[in-house]
């Protein structure tokens, strides 16, 4: 009786073809964690500027009424991550004696490879 003893491995193009469907989603993945990366940066980046924002309207809480004006930073805001951010208020109310509320905005720009900006607006009352 002959017997054929038969390989029960696998063969070199099975290997191959695994090889490389291993190495196309591994380059996928490699892709997507870079995407993912750049949008958590990104989230950093707006939590930190609404924080600035939120400081502002917050000190504008605790100002004088003639002393909520217009006005901007005279310097950048390092932020922790390395970014600086510019920030500037507008101030509209209406006119004297009528003058019992102002809408403020506040708005934040940076720049971490594409221009962004982010703005809060709020109404202060006397």
Do not use: C
Not at 52 to 60: G, I, M, N, V, Y
Not at 78 to 105: E, F, H, M
Request: net charge negative; no cysteine.
């Amino acid at each position: 009786m002959n017997h054929f003893s038969r390989s029960s491995g696998f063969s070199l193009i099975e290997v191959l073809v695994s090889l490389v469907i291993l190495s196309i989603s591994l380059l996928a993945l490699a892709g997507l964690m870079t995407t993912t990366t750049r949008n958590n940066a990104f989230g950093g980046h707006l939590t930190e500027a609404a924080t600035f924002a939120q400081d502002k309207l917050e000190e504008f809480r605790v100002t004088a009424w003639l002393n909520i004006v217009d006005g901007s930073d005279p310097n950048p805001i390092p932020g922790s991550t390395g970014l600086n951010y510019n920030r500037d208020w507008t101030v509209i109310g209406p006119a004297p004696p009528n003058d019992t509320q102002k809408t403020v905005t506040v708005t934040i720009r940076w720049n971490d490879r594409v221009d962004h900006s982010i703005s809060f607006l709020t109404v202060i009352t006397r």
